[in-house]
């Protein structure tokens, strides 16, 4: 009974600053690896960031120094903050949990980029 729900895209424009929020319920699951992903209509969804239970965390080469990905445990809560952002941003971002060797997602919320 996992349920994740994202919020927080929107539109901006380039150079903007957008916060995602995730929210799981169903169970806990502070000890398990979260993290964003993205998609664009057409392509693969492809791995944004994660972060593991203890704080350790990994970027895709091409959001290093302007993403950075947050967790809270006792609040069954991961984020994803995006500075910078540019046009090549833009897609549905989805919020995914991973607990031994399963996977959960969201239903995504959409960033916008654009001038």
């Known amino acids: 009974q996992v349920q994740l729900v994202e919020s927080g895209g929107g539109l901006v424009q380039p150079g903007g600053s957008l916060r995602l929020s995730c929210v799981a319920s169903?169970?806990?699951?502070?000890?398990?690896?979260m993290g964003w992903y993205r998609q664009v209509s057409g392509k693969q969804r492809e791995l944004v960031a994660t972060i593991t239970s203890g704080g350790t965390r990994n970027y895709a080469d091409s959001v290093k120094g302007r993403f950075t990905i947050s967790r809270e445990n006792a609040k069954n809560s991961v984020y994803l903050q995006m500075n910078s952002l540019k046009p090549e941003d833009t897609a549905v971002y989805y919020c995914?949990?991973?607990?031994?060797?399963?996977?959960?997602w969201g239903k995504g919320t959409l960033v916008s980029i654009s001038s």
């Open positions: 995914n949990l991973s607990p031994a060797g399963m996977n959960y």
């Open positions: 169903g169970r806990i699951f502070s000890i398990y690896p």
